[in-house]
């Protein structure tokens, strides 16, 4: 029997239709491009990260070496975490949501991600549609989908802050809704919902019967006068149909140490575990120990570095609106910033026309030797993602290039 090279028929499928689904990560290919250019000795600065450019703080990395050294450590531990750990996010829930929760309610997972697939796959049944709205950060739409779910967009845009509304969630939702993707600070957008505009949406989903997934990683990154609120310490009566998730990696500098967690009521919470329990097990006790060092040392290493993205914002803001064609929204959160670029598709920049944010970001890599992140990977072409967890002079000198470059009409 001739072999066919058909991979639509389940026998001849070599990659599952689920994985086989999964989009590369845009913002990891962009970042790859990067560092292959400065591989080959291209001198390229990067306003793709997704991370702080800071070191860990010097006591957490002294906890996890103490950590590595002691035998207790070298074993398997309970899967949803250290005990110490889970009351040690028990305390800052309570210090820093508002929100008073029980230690049971605690999974402990590999970094946010994890977190935010268990809770998908914990909840979302084939065909449920969870509410997701756009710009928003690439892995969602993935991770709902690996858990049966489809991803509806609710579109935003700089006109409204990159914010939704219950009227607008409204016009999304059908009897088939089951959650909604709340994030507040937004990796893409920066934006922050403000206390009264959480109310509404957590009263919104409460009313509704609808769970609200809250990412709040980016609770200690909010700028000026703006306030972080969570939406559950808003809307209490939202206890049983909505999971918080979080982590050490934005706050403290720990992108690589892989902590993060999940709280959601207790049934959900057992339910993941035993998802985690068959999977990944317990996040590593290292780890572990250095998150726990991080969440009972205090806050002033993130005031720091909170101060620094700060200043950093303001530069790269103002440098972003002073290249023509460029719309730039201050962000309020986070450390990206979410400028519109849709002037600048379709004319001809240096004997070049981009026809789309994707092809304008590759003409600014290979041209100006700079790398943003196009707006496609955040399902809304016609902008760019950039962030500003960089240097003081490398974000001069990346945006001066970007100007030169773009104002070569
Ligand atoms: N949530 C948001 C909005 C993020 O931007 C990220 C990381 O970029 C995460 C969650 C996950 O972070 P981690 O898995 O590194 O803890």
Redesign the pocket.
Same mark, same amino acid.
């Given at each position: 029997m001739a072999m066919s090279s058909d991979n639509t028929s389940a026998v001849n499928r070599r990659i599952s239709a689920r994985i086989g689904a999964i989009a590369e990560s845009a913002?990891l290919a962009v970042d790859a491009k990067a560092k292959a250019l400065m591989a080959a000795g291209r001198p390229v600065i990067g306003f793709g990260a997704?991370?702080p450019d800071f070191a860990t703080p010097e006591h957490i990395v002294e906890a996890a070496v103490a950590a590595a050294r002691d035998p207790k450590w070298h074993k398997y531990s309970p899967t949803p975490g250290l005990p110490a750990l889970r009351q040690a996010i028990v305390d800052v829930t309570a210090r820093d949501n508002g929100v008073t929760i029980a230690a049971e309610q605690v999974l402990v997972t !590999?970094?946010?991600?994890?977190?935010?697939f268990n809770a998908f796959a914990s909840i979302i049944d084939d065909g449920d549609e969870v509410l997701l709205p756009s710009p928003y950060?690439t892995?969602y739409p993935e991770s709902i989908a690996l858990a049966g779910g489809v991803s509806v967009v609710v579109p935003t845009d700089e006109t409204v802050g990159y914010r939704t509304n219950p009227a607008q969630l409204d016009e999304f939702v059908t009897d088939r809704t089951k959650a909604l993707v709340f994030?507040s600070p937004? !990796?893409?957008t920066g934006a922050v919902y403000s206390p009264a505009e959480i109310e509404a949406i957590g009263q919104w989903a409460k009313q509704r019967g609808i769970w609200v997934i809250s990412?709040e990683?980016?609770q200690h990154l909010v700028y000026g006068d703006t306030e972080f609120a969570s939406i559950l310490s808003l809307v209490p009566d939202l206890a049983d149909t909505c999971i918080l998730?979080n982590?050490?990696?934005?706050t403290y500098a720990m992108?690589g140490w892989?902590?993060?967690w999940m709280i959601a009521p207790a049934d959900v919470t057992k339910a993941a575990t035993n998802l985690q329990s068959h999977s990944t097990s317990n996040v590593s006790n290292v780890s572990q120990v250095a998150a726990l060092a991080a969440l009972t040392g205090g806050l002033d290493d993130v005031l720091r570095m909170r101060g620094a993205f700060d200043v950093r914002r303001q530069l790269m803001v103002g440098m972003l609106n002073d290249i023509p064609g460029v719309v730039c929204p201050t962000p309020e959160g986070?450390f990206y910033a979410y400028p519109k670029v849709t002037d600048l598709l379709g004319i001809e920049i240096d004997g070049v026309v981009s026809n789309s944010s994707a092809q304008l970001a590759a003409f600014i890599l290979e041209r100006a030797e700079v790398a943003v992140v196009p707006g496609e990977a955040f399902g809304t072409p016609g902008y760019m993602r950039l962030s500003y967890a960089l240097g003081d002079d490398d974000i001069r000198t990346g945006l001066t290039r970007m100007k030169d470059l773009l104002t070569k009409r």
């Open positions: 913002t997704g991370e !590999n970094g946010g991600k994890q977190a935010l950060w892995t994030v937004s !990796n893409p990412d990683i980016y998730v982590g050490v990696a934005k992108t892989r902590v993060g986070a």
